[in-house]
């Protein structure tokens, strides 16, 4: 039969060439698509173009919906149909008519009906549920061209859920006797893969089938799925080494049949497929490597003819050898290779050369060196494309000598590029670099100011906020911090004189944070100079409200007194009524401020700005709050995930018992992580290569602390101050003129800029002499910024800026859902407003929680909830150990009087014991012991006055715990010091985070009066929590017998080597949990109360956090557990 | 992996639009545009690899027709020009030294012999041979042959 095809096939070319008349001749004149297009080209404009279209899909409407219609006419229609869409109209009326004609119509027209489907629906439009039955039929159908219809349309555009209707029926056609289905059934399953990934995991064996399929059109398509495989596992697959090392061979010496050549080239997307994959498997991987040595070695030796699919080769080739564990002379061979590429006259080589480079320069530098000459050519190359990817390759070759010319290269090319992507991304390198490589303070500001003026409003968030931080975190120095902050003060002053209506409004959020925080170190200026310069910030139209609010932060923090204080008032009255809530936030904090200096000094300490702020990040100061609020009755806090989950819990009844994946909500191990995920697509990199990213990493976060720092006071550092001066007074604008500012860089530079077109030979040495510095006299190693200790300028003070970071994020949102990933922050303008001056903003922060807290409370509330709360820490800390400290005599006194069987005798340790309550005649003081069933709480009243006391009574109560009295002692007399006991048995109600017990004790002094004093103790639940020894089997049907449940995410132990045990044993040894058992990456506890009172926790390992899952039968008992497993795992 | 494949005139007129990874009708507009901005303006013998966002494009000029393909970055460039290549020799030998009005008078046939061409973004076929008969079966060709017969203008 393919025969007669093939045939027919090569005939209808001269059928069609009948027709002697090319192109128009062509339009067959009663199609009516060909009147269509007709009509359309002869329109003159484009609404009559609309016009015309509109007409049309309203006769193609009409004539769809009419019954009378053939599956022929309609494919005519859909035909046309698809024709308008593509112009950019709707037809969605079509839709269903385009999969009712892949439903009903003959072959031809199917294949027309599944065309207008995979074009006009996406994955997650509701039609394709009505498609599924038509790919089933299909599948099954007796008809070949059905069934490769059906897999074409199965892999372009099936949703992931419908997957497994088809599943069984497109692995059946892995064995079918027919190899082109095959082909297409192993392609549709990678498409499988790469959706759903663990749908397809049980016919993983099937695919080493395909690999060995007898048709090689199979094998080079099972290739694909490999590749993935390999990819995300490269040690699973080592073994298939020799394979694909002998298809390869098998590929080169030209085995396979000629169909497959391309230009002569034996299946070159099979050789570069297998090149690839190699590559994966060869990587830090000696003895993978030497198997495959032979083979590229065999490869580059025949890739010989000169055209592009084998060039395409060579470059995978050398892609290769370079990624795999290196031998020497193959390395010569592809350095050959690559100079090849740098120097042919043909661009795309010449621009694969370059990329090629790119990837080789951290192993072999001196091959950059080779070709310095090309590569200057190519800085100056008219495509801009050339240029972006030279610029790459010096990016990576940057060192403390070349960074000025460099970086003047990139500031060059940003000027011309209109390009966002390669703006964001050159900006992102330009100020990595400057930070980096620094030479001088004057450069750094005069780099960065490019930096910001350019790069706008649309870089990398992070930029302004890392730049802001190595100002306020500074070096080793404080002189030298001095420095770098007064001359970006001057020069921000002078930008602010010229016009700053043109700078974008994260430089002018800069600007304002560094003139607020630090335009005191010029003495000369006035505060009231620097004051009016900021509000012509606000009333620029074109100042975003984010940036107003940075401005009036600015203006907060240099009101002090004089003339500045007219400015202030008269700026906080105009937007003291501001519609933004934020700006009338701040103006309203300006205006406080101003006018109570004294406050201002408390909010705003000049002095301390560079102190860190301790800052409690766990909110503990806010626990008492929560506690008492839950003691009101207050709902426990639910993270939102769990009230939606909740909310649509009780809508439908779910009999899932579990396989819910957890979102990953909580910050407490995402604040640590300061780098938003964006960072990664900012510098955009060459293909899969990880050092480039551990590079990247590297110096984002840098790791430079606690590095000795060599450079240092001589030099350009004593004579910069003069120079500032000048540099002050002669900048009065140097962003305004692009090339001015590019003049004043070019004066910096070691070496005379080039011009546009180089003449002289000449001046290219210079460049490249002044570019390729370094390179030659250092080792490999110490590229790539790897070991660059020794020029570094700016260097942090190790000063854990993550610890500070995180801390400053929990502020700012004190009371809400913790949620907030640290990602979001860097987003959120609001937010990062704070993130940046967090010193100054905490401050702020915490006076705004105290009042906000006394408002609350109780007159004395603030103050006193924290004493309390902090001693109930310690308490909590100690709950467990037994304490024998000999620095307190007074403990073990008061000891010695506890009740027999509660005494250490008895095994069972007691709590510290704390002072309650102390008058002049009474010192009351509480601890706790554990026992099985029940928490004993004992309290020890001391007569501490020289008289006795008599008829002392105390009586303790709680809401949510039933008090029993074990041994009162209602002591007739007290004897002067003496102490007496009182116990109680305390048992849990209803769960609570911490439980307060409210006491009083009534006595009778001496001269007759009866007196009443009330104390307090808190209790934390996990003094109650107790091990439930449970089989996994109870386990099971206890968890589906219980109806109060909570999810959440906790951090995991990650350091450790078996993170979930090690954090589940924290969980145990701190909450005294019963860990059931754990399976693979879950683990089942349980722990109750009382016996009655159970709660079991699921605990899974997903994505790095522990997805925990708690039940039990009483309400709110999940809750406050989960409370508690948190802080226990923070405090660890 | 191909993301996706364009083909567009010199006017900037859509003629063909092949997406392998789902995108919603806004992105792909955005796309469509993004890639007329980016590659009409080049000049001839230039090079024929850009950037855009995160993928690599490779462009390439067959007489008024632009071929415009969307990599993955650790896709080859120089192989992907291939593929395109391939695609025209395909066509060309479909319709016999085809031409842009063979397309879009044909855009459903171009869109077949891609579909045969390539799936989900990686080559399927290499062999040009069997793109061939894969194309057409049986009552498929008759069917195709009957309608250039019943055109009058043949």
């Known amino acids: 039969m393919s025969d007669v095809v093939e045939k027919t096939l090569t005939a209808l070319p001269s059928l069609l060439s009948l027709d002697s008349q090319p192109g128009s001749a062509k339009l067959s004149t009663n199609s009516k698509l060909g009147n269509l297009i007709r009509g359309i080209t002869e329109l003159t404009s484009k609404h009559e173009e609309e016009k015309l279209i509109q007409r049309e899909l309203l006769s193609i409407k009409e004539q769809v919906s009419s019954p009378n219609t053939t599956m022929r006419q309609m494919k005519e229609l859909m035909v046309r149909t698809i024709y308008c869409e593509m112009l950019g109209y709707q037809a969605s009326f079509s839709y269903i008519h385009a999969i009712k004609l892949a439903q009903q119509g003959n072959v031809l027209e199917k294949r027309v009906g599944y065309l207008a489907v995979s074009l006009f629906l996406d994955e997650s439009h509701e039609l394709l549920l009505l498609l599924v039955n038509t790919v089933l039929k299909d599948l099954q159908s007796t008809n070949l061209i059905e069934v490769c219809m059906a ?16 599943l069984p029926l497109v692995e059946e056609k892995l064995s079918h006797s027919k190899e082109i289905i095959r082909r297409k059934a192993v392609l549709a399953l990678y498409k499988f893969y790469l959706i759903a990934p663990n749908q397809v995991q049980h016919i993983h064996n099937k695919f080493r089938k395909a690999l060995c399929d007898k048709d090689p059109g199979v094998m080079s398509a099972s290739l694909h799925i490999y590749l993935q495989l390999i990819q995300e596992n490269p040690e699973g697959y080592k073994d298939l080494t020799v394979s694909f090392v002998t298809i390869l061979k098998q590929v080169v010496a030209g085995k396979l049949p000629m169909d497959f050549n391309y230009h002569c080239v034996p299946a070159p997307w ?34 010989e003819m000169n055209h592009n699919i084998t060039y395409a080769i060579l470059y995978e080739c050398v892609k290769c050898i370079y990624t795999i564990h290196p031998k020497s002379d193959l390395l010569e061979k592809a350095a050959k290779c690559i100079g090849n590429f740098v120097l042919s006259s043909r661009i795309n080589l010449k621009y694969l050369g370059l990329k090629a480079l790119t990837y080789v320069v951290q192993q072999d530098p001196k091959l950059v060196l080779q070709h310095q000459m090309t590569i200057i050519e190519c800085l100056d190359h008219p495509d801009l494309i050339i240029k972006r990817e030279t610029l790459e390759l010096l990016f990576r070759i940057t060192n403390a000598q070349n960074v000025t010319v460099i970086v003047e290269k990139m500031l060059d090319f940003l000027r011309v590029s209109k390009d966002d992507h390669t703006t964001i991304d050159l900006v992102g390198k330009v100020a990595e670099l400057a930070e980096k490589y620094a030479t001088d303070n004057e450069w750094f500001i005069e780099t960065m100011n490019t930096v910001f003026s350019v790069g706008g409003d649309m870089m990398q968030p992070d930029i302004p906020n890392s730049f802001l931080k190595l100002l306020l975190d500074g070096f080793d120095s404080v002189e030298e911090d001095r420095k770098l902050r007064l001359f970006a003060v001057n020069s921000y002053i002078s930008l602010l004189q010229g016009e700053p209506s043109r700078l974008p409004q994260r430089f002018l959020q800069v600007i304002s944070w560094v003139l607020g925080e630090y335009s005191h170190l010029n003495g000369d200026l006035e505060p009231d100079v620097v004051l009016r310069l900021l509000a012509k910030l606000l009333d620029m139209k074109s100042s975003s409200s984010e940036t107003k609010s940075w401005v009036l932060m600015a203006m907060t923090k240099l009101c002090s007194g004089g003339a500045a204080l007219s400015v202030a008032r008269e700026v906080s009255e105009t937007y003291g009524s501001s519609m933004d809530t934020m700006l009338r936030q701040r103006a309203q904090e300006l205006q406080h401020l101003s006018q109570d200096s004294q406050l201002q000094t408390r909010v705003l300490p000049q002095s301390s700005s560079q102190e860190a702020v301790e800052v409690d990040s766990s909110l503990s100061f806010l626990d008492w709050f929560v506690s008492e609020a839950l003691a009101a009755g207050a709902a426990p806090y639910k993270p939102p995930h769990q009230r939606q989950e909740e909310m649509s819990r009780s809508k439908a009844l779910s009999l899932e018992p579990y396989g819910l994946s957890l979102p990953i909500s909580m910050s407490s191990c995402s604040v640590a992580d300061r780098q938003s995920p964006t960072l990664l697509s900012m510098s955009s990199g060459l293909s899969g290569d990880s050092t480039e990213l551990s590079h990247k990493g590297s110096s984002t976060t840098l790791k430079l602390d606690g590095v000795k720092r060599v450079w240092g006071r001589e030099g350009y550092l004593a004579q910069r101050e003069p120079e500032e001066e000048a540099a002050q007074v002669e900048t009065p604008a140097p962003l305004q003129s692009p090339s001015q500012q590019g003049d004043k860089d070019s004066s910096h530079s070691q070496a005379p800029t080039p011009t546009q077109t180089p003449e002289s030979e000449q001046e290219k040495q210079q460049l490249a002499s002044s570019l390729f510095v370094g390179l030659a006299s250092q080792s490999s190693a110490s590229l790539m910024g790897k070991s660059e200790q020794t020029s570094q300028r700016f260097r942090r003070k190790a000063r854990s800026p993550d610890k500070s970071l995180s801390s400053s994020e929990q502020l700012t949102n004190p009371l809400g859902s913790p949620s907030s990933g640290a990602d979001n922050l860097l987003l959120d303008c609001s937010i990062s407003s704070e993130l ?11 006076l705004d929680l105290t009042a906000a807290n006394s408002a609350c409370d109780a007159p004395d509330g603030d103050t006193k909830g924290r004493k309390t709360l902090s001693r109930d820490d310690s308490v909590s800390a100690a709950d467990v150990t037994p304490h024998e400290d000999p620095d307190r005599p007074k403990d073990l006194r008061l000891a010695s009087y506890l009740p027999a069987e509660l005494s250490g005798l008895s095994g069972l340790p007691h709590s510290e014991i704390t002072l309650v309550c102390s008058n002049q005649s009474l010192d009351l003081s509480a601890c706790h012991v554990q026992k099985d069933d029940s928490l004993e709480f004992v309290v020890f009243i001391k007569n501490s006055s020289d008289t006795s006391v008599h008829q002392v009574q105390v009586q303790v109560s709680c809401e949510e715990l039933e008090v029993s009295c074990v041994c009162d002692s209602p002591a007739e007399e007290l004897k002067s010091h003496s102490v007496t006991v009182c116990q109680y048995r305390l048992t849990v109600k209803r769960p609570s985070v911490y439980f307060e017990l409210a006491g009083v004790v009534h006595y009778q002094l001496p001269a007759g009066s009866l007196q009443t004093e009330q104390f307090s103790h808190k209790l934390p639940l996990k003094s109650f929590i107790r091990p439930l020894a449970v089989s996994t089997e109870d386990y099971g049907t ?16 990650s350091d450790e080597q078996e993170p979930l045990t090690a954090t589940l044993n924290v969980l145990k040894k701190k909450l005294q949990l019963h860990v059931v058992e754990i399976i693979g990456k879950e683990g089942i506890v349980a722990c109750c109360l009382r016996p009655d009172q159970p709660c079991l926790l699921h605990c899974r390992e997903h994505a790095g956090m522990l997805a925990v899952w708690l039940r039990s039968p009483v309400p709110d008992l999940p809750d406050c557990l989960l409370y508690h497993c948190q802080r226990a795992l923070r405090e660890r | 992996m191909l993301r996706f494949l364009l083909l567009f005139s010199r006017q900037g007129k859509l003629r063909l639009q092949k997406w392998f990874t789902p995108l919603s009708d806004r992105e792909k507009k955005k796309v469509i545009r993004d890639m007329m901005m980016l590659v009409l303006p080049r000049l001839p013998r230039t090079c024929n690899f850009l950037h855009w966002k995160d993928l690599k494009i490779v462009y390439k000029r067959y007489a008024s027709l632009y071929f415009c393909a969307g990599l993955e970055d650790q896709d080859n460039e120089l192989l992907a020009l291939e593929v395109l290549h391939r695609y025209v020799e395909l066509l060309d030998k479909y319709f016999g ?14 869109y077949f012999i891609l579909d045969e061409f390539l799936m989900g973004g990686e080559i399927l076929e290499t062999s040009r041979f069997a793109v061939g008969v894969s194309m057409e079966e049986a009552d498929t060709l008759q069917e195709t042959m009957e309608e250039y017969m019943s055109k009058p203008a043949y």
């Open chain 1, 151 to 166: 897999l074409t349309v199965v892999s372009q555009m099936f949703p992931k859920d419908m997957i497994p209707a088809i």
């Open chain 1, 270 to 303: 099979l050789q570069i497929h297998l090149l690839r994959i190699l590559s994966l498997l060869g990587k830090n991987d000696q003895s993978t490597s030497e198997i495959m040595y032979e083979i590229l070695d065999e490869s580059l030796r025949r890739a």
């Open chain 1, 836 to 846: 940046v001056s967090a010193p100054e903003q905490t401050h702020l922060q915490s």
């Open chain 1, 1038 to 1053: 206890m968890w589906l017998a219980f109806s109060h449940d909570t999810k959440q995410n906790l951090p995991l132990l």
């Open chain 2, 97 to 110: 030294n085809v031409c842009e009005l063979d397309i879009i008078f044909n855009f459903e046939k171009a």
